[in-house]
């Protein structure tokens, strides 16, 4: 159990220790996190069983798409992995559907890593927000950012798309490049709370520079976390790191599943394709799923946990070679170890 600054580490019965054990090929492994709040958490129940309470059933009586319409939208000439990378994880985690919105130059390559990806080569014409507009009545949550690249016009076009989810009220996770659009303009997702930003500690501190204009605090982290999503409007902060710190403004969540020392390109776009699935499941769910807590809160601790257990999975079999095509292997098994025992199949 970790322990915050000025924080006392809460532990609720019997329920908190069986969900932090997990017997893996006959061995118990504990997993360990803590919970920050500006409320009493005398009633929190284990973080782990709110994320499987939000996991649909698979059943034969669902046709496709039910269960997950995930729109990527990034991918440039220089970047077609991102995208990729993070298009794949959507289908591994359980979407049905991943469909990515990329430049021109970048769409023959990313078909060419996997037939199951629908890819629009859109991004970079004239009326690319018009023609991605299109397909936002038929997408549960947009994904933006992986590849995307820094070209003005893409991020223009970026912008709009923002702006044209946010209107229509589909859940959006910013990650990478897209973060570099949000520090430039922060209006165009603050009080937006259908919205998770995924910085890494660098992209954080450009946008904790930009929203609070102050320099972030290295003694504080929770705190600065805290602060960034209120200021942000209490869109949820997912703050990659050593430590994953997770806020909406109210509570701090701190994932630190294991994982490993291995750090590869590509883990951060993993991370926000599995959260697109996630964060769909946890807003269609509700509270009610969740206890009360925020389904974002709860879909981007299932999202850390699963990319920490695929990373720690892929190490042990690769060691420093290991890369996220390895990880992606490990989605399944790494899915079914953290939360599928409690999913049953019904016919």
């Known amino acids: 159990m970790l322990w915050g600054r000025g924080t006392v580490a809460c532990v609720v019965g019997t329920a908190l220790v069986s969900a932090l054990v997990f017997w893996l090929h006959g061995e118990v492994i504990q997993r360990s996190f803590s919970f920050r709040s500006t409320h009493s958490l005398k009633d929190m129940e284990n973080i782990f069983r709110l994320v499987r309470n939000v996991i649909p059933p698979l059943t034969a009586k669902k046709h496709k798409g039910q269960d997950g319409r995930i729109g990527i939208v990034g991918g440039c000439q220089e970047y077609t992995g991102a995208p990729y990378f993070a298009a ?68 223009e076009h970026a912008k709009g798309i923002i702006e044209r989810t946010r209107a229509k009220g589909i859940p959006i996770i910013i990650d990478a490049d897209g973060l570099w659009l949000i520090a430039q303009h922060p209006s165009i997702i603050q ?66 599943h294991e994982g490993s020392n291995r750090r590869c390109g590509g883990q951060g776009d993993l991370l926000s394709g599995s959260l697109g699935v996630l964060s769909h499941w946890a807003f269609l769910a509700g509270s009610e799923k969740t206890n009360g807590l925020n389904p974002f809160l709860v879909a981007a601790f299932g999202a850390c946990s699963l990319t920490r257990q695929c990373n720690n999975q892929a190490f042990q079999k690769y060691g420093r070679s290991m890369t996220t095509k390895d990880m992606i292997t490990e989605i399944g098994t790494a899915f079914n170890k953290l939360f599928e025992h409690e999913v049953k199949a019904t016919n």
């Open 88 to 155: 794949i994880s959507a289908l591994k985690v359980g979407a049905d559907l991943s469909h990515v919105f990329c430049t021109k130059d970048a769409a023959a390559a990313i078909k060419s890593y996997s037939p199951e990806l629908i890819v629009h080569p859109v991004l970079d014409i004239p009326n690319a927000v018009n023609e991605v507009e299109k397909w936002l009545p038929r997408l549960h949550t947009v994904v933006l950012g992986p590849g995307l690249g820094r070209d003005e016009v893409i991020l």
């Open 191 to 256: 009080g937006y709370q259908g919205a998770i930003l995924t910085p890494n500690l660098m992209e954080f501190s450009r946008l904790y520079e930009a929203v609070l204009r102050d320099p972030v605090d290295s003694d504080d982290h929770h705190g600065c976390v805290l602060r960034l999503s209120q200021a942000l409007g209490n869109l949820t902060i997912v703050q990659k790191g050593e430590r994953d710190l997770i806020s909406d403004g109210q509570k701090v969540f701190v994932c630190s």
